[in-house]
C-alpha cells in the first residue's frame, strides 16, 4: 500500500499514514473478546476454523485498492504469496508481468492472499485472465511460509531484470551485488523464547505444534527462514567488501505482547510505537554470525542516520539516471 497511488497519482499512504491506518483500524480487524469464555470459545473455534474470518480486512482493501491492478504501481515491487495448490511461492513482481501478464491481478487479491496467515485468516481464491483469455486461478496463503525475509526475492527479481537488460539499471547486463543498496526491516523477535534438546526429545506432535503458549515448530521454521537470509546477505555483502551498502534493522528484544500478531490494545500499540523510535535510535548492528545475536557496529552512527545517507544516496542517483535519459 506505499506504492500505491490515489486518484492524482500521488501516494495513497506515505507511511506516517500507514501507521495511523493499521494504529485505527487493527482492532477491527483483530476484534477482540476478553472475557474467559470468550476465550476458551475462541480457542475451540480455532480447531476447525480460523481465528478471523478477515472480511473487515478484505472490505478495507477493496475500498483503497479498488480496481488497482499490480502494473499500476507508483515503483516496481515484488510480494510473495504461497499457493497451496501447487505447495510452492508464487511471486508477484513488477519486474516478471512482461513475461508472466496472469500475475497482473488486483493489488487487493495479493494483499489478502499474501496477508492469510494460516490460524488467524482464511486462504484466498481468485482467478485472473491474460491478453490471450487464459485464466489462471491461485490459493494463496501468507507470503511469509514462502519468504518469511522477502530481500532476497527482491534481490533475485533485480538480478534477472538486469540479466535480461532492463535499461533502468545501466549495468551492460552483468549483476554486481556490490552495488546494489539493501534495506532490511523485520518484524522483531524475542531472543529469550528458546527451547532445549533435552525438553523437546520428550515431545510428540501436539507439542511441537503447542507448547506453553508458543509453537515451538512455527517459530523454529520462521526464525531460520528469516535469519539465513541475514546470514547469507552479510557474509554476501561482506565479501564484496560493501557492508555499509546492507542495512539490517531488527529489534531483537520483543518481549510479552508486544510479539503478538493480534494484540491491538492501546497498551500494545503504543508499546509498537515505542519500540520503531527506539529502533530509530539504536545504533546500526549486524548479525554475528557465530551467535545470531545482533552487534553494534562502531563509527556507522544510528539507524536514522544510516536511513537519511541511504535516502540521499538513492536521490542522487535517481537524479544521475534523469540526466542520463535527458
Known amino acids: 500500500m506505499l506504492t500505491a497511488p490515489d486518484k492524482n497519482g500521488r501516494l495513497l499512504f ?37 481465528k478471523y474470518d478477515g472480511k473487515y480486512l478484505h472490505s478495507l482493501l477493496r475500498q483503497y485498492l479498488g480496481e488497482m491492478k499490480l502494473d499500476g504501481m507508483l515503483t516496481n515491487v515484488v510480494i510473495p ?6 505447495l510452492q511461492p508464487t511471486i508477484f513482481s513488477s519486474f516478471q508481468l512482461k513475461h508472466q501478464p496472469a500475475k497482473n491481478a488486483l493489488l487487493s487479491d495479493i494483499t489478502i492472499g499474501t496477508s ?53 539499471f545501466f549495468l551492460q547486463n552483468t549483476v554486481d551485488y556490490g552495488k546494489f543498496m539493501v534495506i532490511s526491516i523485520g518484524c522483531g523477535l524475542n531472543p529469550n523464547e528458546k527451547y532445549s534438546a533435552k525438553d523437546a ?8 505444534i503447542v507448547k506453553d503458549g508458543t509453537a515451538p515448530i512455527v517459530d523454529m521454521f520462521n526464525a531460520a527462514s528469516a535469519d539465513m ?16 551498502r ?24 503504543d508499546r509498537l510505537v515505542e519500540i520503531g523510535n527506539e529502533l530509530l535510535r539504536k545504533n546500526v548492528s549486524r ?26 544516496q538513492l536521490s542522487a542517483e535517481r537524479s544521475r539516471r534523469k540526466n542520463l535519459i535527458d
Open 81 to 86: 504469496t504461497f499457493d497451496i495448490a501447487y
Open 229 to 244: 537470509v541475514d546470514i547469507h546477505l552479510s557474509v554476501l555483502f561482506g565479501a564484496l567488501r560493501s557492508s555499509q
Open 116 to 168: 492469510a496467515a494460516p490460524t488467524f485468516f482464511p486462504a484466498h481464491y481468485f482467478e485472473t485472465k491474460d491478453d490471450k483469455g487464459h485464466t489462471r486461478s491461485f490459493n494463496l496463503v501468507d507470503g511469509g511460509l514462502a519468504a518469511n525475509n522477502p530481500t532476497l526475492c527482491a534481490m533475485s527479481q533485480v538480478a534477472q531484470d538486469i540479466i535480461v537488460g532492463n535499461s533502468d
Open 201 to 208: 526429545s520428550k515431545w510428540g506432535i501436539l507439542n511441537w
Open 287 to 312: 548479525v554475528d554470525l557465530e551467535t545470531g545475536r545482533n552487534v553494534e557496529m562502531p563509527g556507522e552512527g544510528t539507524n536514522s542516520e544510516q536511513l537519511a545517507k541511504f535516502a540521499k
Open 246 to 269: 546492507y542495512l539490517r534493522i531488527q529489534y531483537d528484544q520483543l518481549s510479552g505482547s508486544a510479539g503478538s500478531i493480534d494484540d491491538c490494545s492501546k497498551e500494545n500499540l
Open 14 to 50: 506515505d507511511a506516517n499514514d500507514l501507521a495511523k491506518f493499521y494504529i485505527d483500524e487493527s482492532p477491527k480487524i483483530f476484534p477482540q473478546k476478553n472475557s474467559i469464555f470468550s476465550k476458551i470459545g475462541t480457542a475451540l473455534r480455532m480447531v476447525s476454523r480460523p
